[in-house]
Nanobody
Framework: QVQLVESGGGLVQAGGTLRLSCAAS?????????????MGWFRQAPGKEREFVAA????????YYEDSVKGRFTISRDNAKNTAYLQMNSLKPEDTAVYYC?????????????????????WGQGTQVTVSS
Protein backbone atom coordinates (compact mmCIF):
# COMPACT_ATOMS: atom_id res chain seq x y z
CA GLN A 1 0.00 0.00 0.00
CA VAL A 2 1.17 3.53 -0.77
CA GLN A 3 -0.01 6.59 1.12
CA LEU A 4 0.16 10.02 -0.48
CA VAL A 5 -0.14 13.23 1.53
CA GLU A 6 -0.41 16.61 -0.17
CA SER A 7 0.53 19.89 1.46
CA GLY A 8 1.22 23.49 0.50
CA GLY A 9 -2.22 24.62 -0.54
CA GLY A 10 -3.74 27.88 0.63
CA LEU A 11 -5.19 31.24 -0.32
CA VAL A 12 -3.21 33.43 -2.69
CA GLN A 13 -3.89 36.48 -4.81
CA ALA A 14 -3.95 36.31 -8.58
CA GLY A 15 -0.42 36.40 -9.93
CA GLY A 16 0.95 34.74 -6.81
CA THR A 17 2.78 31.46 -6.35
CA LEU A 18 2.33 28.24 -4.38
CA ARG A 19 4.35 25.06 -4.17
CA LEU A 20 2.48 21.85 -3.52
CA SER A 21 4.22 18.80 -2.12
CA CYS A 22 3.16 15.16 -2.27
CA ALA A 23 4.93 12.93 0.24
CA ALA A 24 4.73 9.20 -0.41
CA SER A 25 5.02 6.55 2.26
CA UNK A 26 4.05 2.96 2.80
CA UNK A 27 5.40 -0.49 3.34
CA UNK A 28 8.24 -0.51 0.80
CA UNK A 29 5.83 1.11 -1.66
CA UNK A 30 4.22 -2.27 -2.29
CA UNK A 31 7.58 -3.86 -3.06
CA UNK A 32 8.77 -1.15 -5.42
CA UNK A 33 10.81 2.00 -5.03
CA UNK A 34 9.17 5.42 -5.30
CA UNK A 35 11.15 6.10 -8.46
CA UNK A 36 9.25 3.37 -10.31
CA UNK A 37 5.92 5.18 -9.91
CA UNK A 38 4.74 7.73 -12.42
CA MET A 39 3.35 10.73 -10.53
CA GLY A 40 0.52 12.99 -11.52
CA TRP A 41 -1.32 16.05 -10.26
CA PHE A 42 -5.04 16.53 -10.85
CA ARG A 43 -7.51 19.16 -9.68
CA GLN A 44 -11.21 19.35 -9.09
CA ALA A 45 -13.21 22.56 -8.89
CA PRO A 46 -16.70 22.61 -7.35
CA GLY A 47 -19.25 21.05 -9.66
CA LYS A 48 -16.63 19.91 -12.15
CA GLU A 49 -14.89 16.69 -13.06
CA ARG A 50 -11.43 15.95 -11.75
CA GLU A 51 -9.01 17.05 -14.45
CA PHE A 52 -5.40 16.40 -15.32
CA VAL A 53 -2.85 19.09 -14.49
CA ALA A 54 0.64 17.60 -14.85
CA ALA A 55 2.60 14.36 -14.69
CA UNK A 56 6.19 13.20 -14.48
CA UNK A 57 7.56 9.92 -15.67
CA UNK A 58 9.00 7.19 -13.52
CA UNK A 59 12.59 8.12 -12.61
CA UNK A 60 11.93 11.74 -13.64
CA UNK A 61 12.79 13.01 -17.08
CA UNK A 62 9.77 13.68 -19.24
CA UNK A 63 6.97 15.86 -17.96
CA TYR A 64 3.47 16.50 -19.31
CA TYR A 65 1.11 19.44 -18.75
CA GLU A 66 -2.44 20.40 -19.40
CA ASP A 67 -2.44 23.26 -21.88
CA SER A 68 -3.85 25.91 -19.54
CA VAL A 69 -1.00 25.49 -17.03
CA LYS A 70 1.88 25.03 -19.46
CA GLY A 71 4.53 27.68 -18.84
CA ARG A 72 3.12 28.52 -15.40
CA PHE A 73 3.29 25.20 -13.49
CA THR A 74 6.29 22.90 -13.09
CA ILE A 75 6.15 19.33 -11.85
CA SER A 76 9.22 17.73 -10.34
CA ARG A 77 10.20 14.89 -8.05
CA ASP A 78 12.89 14.08 -5.52
CA ASN A 79 13.18 10.32 -5.41
CA ALA A 80 15.56 10.45 -2.43
CA LYS A 81 12.80 12.16 -0.43
CA ASN A 82 9.92 10.15 -1.92
CA THR A 83 8.23 13.42 -2.78
CA ALA A 84 6.69 15.02 -5.85
CA TYR A 85 6.14 18.76 -6.25
CA LEU A 86 3.99 21.14 -8.22
CA GLN A 87 5.36 24.67 -8.46
CA MET A 88 2.54 27.01 -9.46
CA ASN A 89 3.37 30.50 -10.68
CA SER A 90 1.22 33.29 -12.12
CA LEU A 91 -1.85 31.80 -10.50
CA LYS A 92 -5.27 32.71 -11.83
CA PRO A 93 -8.70 32.57 -10.18
CA GLU A 94 -9.61 29.71 -12.55
CA ASP A 95 -6.85 27.62 -10.93
CA THR A 96 -8.97 27.46 -7.76
CA ALA A 97 -9.63 23.80 -6.95
CA VAL A 98 -8.72 20.91 -4.71
CA TYR A 99 -5.42 19.53 -5.97
CA TYR A 100 -4.70 15.81 -5.75
CA CYS A 101 -1.51 13.89 -6.36
CA UNK A 102 -1.61 10.35 -7.68
CA UNK A 103 0.83 7.49 -8.24
CA UNK A 104 0.79 4.97 -11.07
CA UNK A 105 2.62 1.64 -11.03
CA UNK A 106 1.73 0.85 -14.64
CA UNK A 107 4.08 1.04 -17.61
CA UNK A 108 2.11 3.37 -19.83
CA UNK A 109 3.54 6.56 -21.26
CA UNK A 110 2.65 9.74 -23.05
CA UNK A 111 0.52 12.71 -22.06
CA UNK A 112 -2.82 11.10 -22.97
CA UNK A 113 -2.01 8.05 -20.87
CA UNK A 114 -0.92 10.05 -17.82
CA UNK A 115 -3.98 12.28 -18.17
CA UNK A 116 -6.37 9.36 -17.57
CA UNK A 117 -7.12 9.21 -13.86
CA UNK A 118 -8.03 5.52 -14.14
CA UNK A 119 -4.36 4.72 -14.81
CA UNK A 120 -3.40 5.71 -11.26
CA UNK A 121 -3.37 3.27 -8.36
CA UNK A 122 -3.05 5.60 -5.37
CA TRP A 123 -4.45 9.02 -4.53
CA GLY A 124 -3.89 11.60 -1.83
CA GLN A 125 -6.65 13.31 0.12
CA GLY A 126 -6.23 16.62 -1.68
CA THR A 127 -5.20 20.15 -0.74
CA GLN A 128 -7.27 23.27 -1.37
CA VAL A 129 -5.89 26.03 -3.57
CA THR A 130 -7.87 29.27 -3.69
CA VAL A 131 -6.83 32.14 -5.93
CA SER A 132 -8.53 35.47 -5.31
CA SER A 133 -8.94 38.10 -8.01
Amino acid sequence: QVQLVESGGGLVQAGGTLRLSCAASGSSFSGRSFSTYGMGWFRQAPGKEREFVAAIRRNGGYTYYEDSVKGRFTISRDNAKNTAYLQMNSLKPEDTAVYYCAASSSLGDGKSWYARKYNYDYWGQGTQVTVSS
